[in-house]
């Protein structure tokens, strides 16, 4: 019966299973509007840009405090790797008006310098499989296979949640 209890309490924690899990290989291109960065108002690929580096991509169907503070701390971790070209952004799955505000609000906020905000409509990221009870999903991936996958249904990314995901940064640093 504990076994039982714990496996429930673990699927709670974990959140729902999105996107490619660990060990699998990145499903490939995929060119979102860039709302921040060089490319700020261009369509082009995050994962042709960032190749076989180290990489937090972040899946997001909403904006929320917890995205926001999970923004800010891996900007400040690619700021931190620069030496090991860890490259952080985000891919907001909507593409209305009101996201691109936001989106653009709280990059102005941050300050954001190294994390790229992008958005792109859900059909075109189909092969990447996003759950679509999961509001957020993180993957940290180096060359182009996924090291760690973080999953959050709306309401449980935390700063506690946003701890665990940078707890599994050496997993995609090691290599560097």
């Known amino acids: 019966m504990r076994t039982l209890v714990a496996l429930l309490v673990v699927g709670v924690v974990a959140g729902p299973e999105s996107g490619p899990q660990v060990g699998e290989r990145m499903p490939g291109p995929f060119e979102p509007l860039h709302l921040t960065g060089p490319d700020a108002g261009e369509e082009s690929c995050l994962f042709c840009k960032f190749g076989n580096d180290p990489v937090v991509m972040i899946f997001a169907r909403t904006q929320s405090d917890g995205l926001a503070k999970l923004i800010a701390a891996t900007e400040k971790a690619a700021d931190k790797h620069k030496d090991a070209s860890l490259g952080t952004a985000v891919v907001y799955l909507d593409t209305s008006d009101p996201l691109k505000k936001a989106a653009k609000k709280l990059a ?14 859900p059909k075109d990221l189909a092969e990447y499989k996003i759950a679509a009870d999961a509001d957020v999903t993180v993957l940290l991936y180096d060359k182009r296979t996924v090291r760690a996958n973080h999953s959050f249904k709306k309401g449980e990314l935390t700063e506690k949640t946003v701890e665990k995901v940078l707890a599994d940064l050496p997993k995609v640093l090691a290599a560097k």
């Open 108 to 121: 102005d906020d941050a300050k954001l310098k190294l994390t790229v905000l992008s958005c792109i409509p």
